[in-house]
C-alpha cells in the first residue's frame, strides 16, 4: 500500500494534535470515575431514573430539583435545595438510607411515612436502601 499526500498530511496533523500539552483531568473528575465504576455488590438491584435522563435531576424551580427512582415495587422520590436533600421511600417503612458521595457515606434515619432530611448533601451523590428483601442502589445523581 502507497503513502498518498492526503495520508501524509493527515499523520502530520495527527501527530502534532498528539504532541500539544493537554491540561490534566481535574482530581474531581478522576475520583467520580472511579468511584463509578464502583457499582455496587452483584445482589444489588439498580435503581432507574423516572423523570430526568440520568445523572441530572429536574429543575421545579430556580433553586429546587427533583427526581424520582424506581425499584419495584419501591420508590424514592429526592429533591435537593440549597444542598439539603429531602427524600420519600415509597412504600414505608425502611429502616434507613445511606447517601454516598465521593468523599463519605452518610447513614440517615427514615421516619415512619419514608421521609428523610440531609443537610448539606454534595454532589455527586448516590442512594443505598435496604429493605427486607433487597439492597437497591440508585445512579450517581448531578445536582
Do not use: N
Not at 6 to 35: E, G, K, Q, S, Y
Not at 121 to 131: A, I, K, Q, W
Amino acid at each position: 500500500m502507497t503513502d498518498t499526500p492526503a495520508d501524509d498530511d493527515f499523520l502530520r496533523r495527527l501527530a502534532a494534535a498528539l504532541d500539544d500539552d493537554l491540561d490534566d483531568v481535574p482530581h474531581h473528575l478522576l475520583a467520580f470515575a472511579h468511584r463509578a465504576g464502583e457499582w455496587m455488590v452483584v445482589d444489588d438491584v439498580l435503581a432507574t431514573m423516572d423523570t430526568a435522563p440520568v445523572g441530572a435531576m429536574r429543575a421545579l424551580d430556580d433553586e429546587q430539583r427533583s427526581t424520582t427512582f424506581a425499584a419495584p415495587p419501591y420508590t424514592i422520590t429526592v429533591s435537593l435545595r440549597a444542598g439539603t436533600l429531602v427524600g420519600e421511600l415509597s412504600p414505608p417503612p425502611h429502616p434507613g438510607v445511606a447517601v454516598e458521595t465521593l468523599q463519605a457515606v452518610t447513614e440517615v434515619d427514615v421516619d415512619e411515612r419514608g421521609r428523610f432530611r440531609l443537610p448539606a448533601v454534595e454532589s455527586p451523590f448516590r442512594l443505598r436502601v435496604r429493605t427486607d428483601d433487597v439492597r437497591i442502589t440508585t445512579p450517581w445523581v448531578i445536582g
